[in-house]
């Protein structure tokens, strides 16, 4: 029996969660492999992350707004099935809650600092918890809370400059941690593709545009985050990509998808892999770099390539390259999305895939086929269905591009 951190009865605590049950859930079964890591220890499996936290009662309080989340915000934004999202005071106790969990938990940091505000932070947490046992009202709350739907961010055209592995950071990894500063202390949290804030010192910090959680309201996009939100972001990205795995656990890893290729590229991990991918290509002029050793920005060694003739390819062409090498497709315009003046029986991007890599092809006029992107492949991924995944999002992007600049 020990004392509940919320009520303060003594009890016995539950194994209480602070990345709630249902988000631990998804990420395992959109997932390359049915396991999760920290970032801040990949080789440790994190089923899920809990300690003993809550009593019985105030573990059930929580559960009860966590279940509405996950119905009615968390699953129809993951599938796509809603850009609106109306709500009532369960959102702003759902989001009070996790921060409220993230800052008394083992995870929390901000105390380990001997920051001027912690004595704002000791008394902020003493309200929220008097709001989350139903003794105040949430009108009561100095703080600020806010979501920001970031699910498919278009980096190409938002931010090119992004750090490498952004997509996946935004898309895929759960984070949590206490923001502060020489003036500033917030809760900050994450699921894939939802992001949280809740603001302490200031209360008003600023950045935020349709994000704020009220009483009750409607969330909708657009949505803006300021310049001081967007590095923070990407210092966050940056600190989990350089986090690397053991070479035993990615043999472990290896071995997962190795048995089931089909989970891997079906997840959306792989999703955002692939579009990081299209954002180092889209980001930057490769004839800057070209025939450097590797590329500042996508580090890519751009080369030409003398095996192709210096010229678009027709698709009786690369039908023949197809059958000469594992994996090769070029984006042709769909003739009847485009008007008659657009060829479209030659391509100018080609996706080809050796035995180790596959690679993003562009000609040009004066130099011929350069490479623009290239990924080595796992080991137990095959060429074909590599390059049959890439084809396909360039495709899709490709597309998209052409009926909005040259449709009928």
């Given at each position: 029996?020990?004392?509940?951190?919320?009520?303060?009865?003594?009890?016995?605590?539950?194994?209480?969660?602070?990345?709630?049950r249902f988000?631990i859930?998804?990420?395992?079964?959109?997932?390359?492999?049915?396991?999760?890591?920290?970032?801040?220890?990949?080789?440790?499996?994190?089923?899920?992350?809990?300690?003993?936290?809550?009593?019985?009662?105030?573990?059930?309080?929580?559960?009860?707004?966590?279940?509405?989340?996950?119905s009615?915000?968390f699953?129809?934004?993951?599938?796509?099935?809603k850009?609106?999202?109306?709500y009532?005071?369960?959102?702003?106790?759902?989001?009070?809650?996790?921060?409220?969990?993230?800052?008394?938990?083992?995870?929390?940091?901000?105390?380990?600092?001997?920051?001027?505000?912690?004595?704002?932070?000791?008394?902020?947490?003493?309200t929220?918890?008097?709001?989350?046992?139903?003794?105040?009202?949430?009108?009561?709350?100095?703080?600020?809370?806010?979501?920001?739907?970031?699910?498919?961010?278009?980096?190409?055209?938002?931010?090119?400059?992004?750090?490498?592995?952004f997509?996946?950071?935004?898309?895929?990894?759960l984070?949590?941690t206490s923001?502060?500063?020489?003036?500033?202390?917030?809760?900050?949290?994450?699921?894939?593709?939802?992001?949280?804030?809740?603001?302490?010192?200031?209360?008003d910090?600023g950045?935020f545009?349709?994000?704020?959680?009220?009483g009750?309201g409607?969330?909708?996009?657009?949505?803006?985050?300021?310049?001081?939100?967007?590095?923070?972001?990407?210092?966050?990205?940056?600190?989990?990509?350089?986090?690397?795995?053991?070479e035993?656990?990615?043999?472990?890893?290896?071995?997962?998808i190795?048995?089931?290729?089909?989970?891997?590229?079906?997840?959306?991990?792989f999703?955002?892999?692939?579009?990081?991918?299209?954002?180092?290509?889209?980001?930057?002029?490769?004839?800057?770099?070209?025939?450097?050793?590797?590329?500042?920005?996508?580090?890519?060694?751009?080369?030409?390539?003398?095996?192709l003739?210096?010229?678009?390819?027709?698709?009786?062409?690369?039908e023949k390259?197809?059958?000469?090498?594992?994996?090769?497709?070029?984006?042709?315009?769909?003739?009847?999305?485009?008007?008659?003046?657009?060829?479209?029986?030659?391509?100018?991007?080609?996706?080809?895939?050796?035995?180790d890599?596959?690679?993003?092809?562009?000609?040009?006029?004066?130099?011929?086929?350069?490479v623009?992107?290239?990924?080595?492949?796992?080991?137990?991924?095959?060429?074909e269905?590599f390059?049959?995944a890439?084809?396909?999002?360039?495709?899709?992007?490709f597309?998209?591009?052409?009926?909005?600049?040259?449709?009928?």
């Amino acid at each position: 029996m020990d004392e509940c951190r919320l009520c303060g009865e003594t009890r016995e605590l539950q194994n209480s969660h602070i990345i709630p049950r249902f988000v631990i859930r998804w990420m395992k079964k959109s997932g390359p492999t049915p396991f999760l890591r920290k970032a801040v220890d990949p080789n440790t499996r994190i089923q899920d992350h809990h300690e003993k936290l809550l009593c019985e009662d105030c573990e059930q309080v929580f559960s009860d707004w966590e279940a509405k989340f996950a119905s009615q915000v968390f699953y129809p934004h993951i599938r796509g099935e809603k850009e609106e999202f109306e709500y009532g005071e369960w959102l702003y106790k759902f989001v009070l809650s996790v921060s409220w969990r993230l800052l008394v938990s083992e995870m929390a940091v901000w105390h380990e600092e001997d920051h001027p505000q912690n004595a704002v932070v000791e008394e902020r947490l003493e309200t929220w918890e008097a709001i989350l046992l139903g003794e105040k009202p949430i009108s009561e709350d100095p703080s600020q809370h806010h979501i920001f739907f970031a699910d498919e961010i278009d980096l190409v055209k938002s931010d090119p400059g992004a750090p490498e592995g952004f997509e996946v950071y935004i898309q895929r990894n759960l984070d949590g941690t206490s923001v502060y500063g020489d003036d500033q202390i917030h809760a900050y949290f994450k699921f894939p593709r939802i992001l949280f804030f809740s603001t302490i010192v200031p209360q008003d910090p600023g950045g935020f545009t349709g994000t704020r959680i009220d009483g009750e309201g409607i969330i909708e996009q657009p949505q803006e985050l300021g310049e001081l939100w967007g590095s923070f972001l990407y210092g966050r990205a940056e600190i989990f990509g350089q986090v690397s795995m053991s070479e035993s656990e990615r043999e472990k890893v290896q071995d997962r998808i190795l048995e089931d290729p089909e989970r891997f590229f079906e997840s959306d991990y792989f999703e955002a892999q692939l579009a990081e991918m299209r954002r180092q290509y889209a980001e930057h002029d490769l004839l800057d770099y070209l025939d450097e050793e590797e590329c500042p920005g996508c580090f890519t060694n751009h080369r030409k390539v003398d095996s192709l003739p210096n010229k678009p390819l027709t698709k009786s062409t690369v039908e023949k390259l197809d059958e000469q090498l594992p994996f090769v497709r070029g984006t042709f315009p769909n003739p009847d999305e485009v008007v008659d003046e657009i060829p479209t029986h030659i391509t100018d991007v080609l996706v080809i895939s050796t035995k180790d890599s596959t690679r993003i092809l562009q000609f040009y006029v004066d130099h011929g086929w350069i490479v623009g992107e290239e990924r080595e492949h796992p080991e137990e991924v095959e060429p074909e269905e590599f390059g049959q995944a890439a084809w396909e999002k360039y495709s899709e992007d490709f597309h998209r591009q052409m009926r909005q600049r040259f449709g009928r």
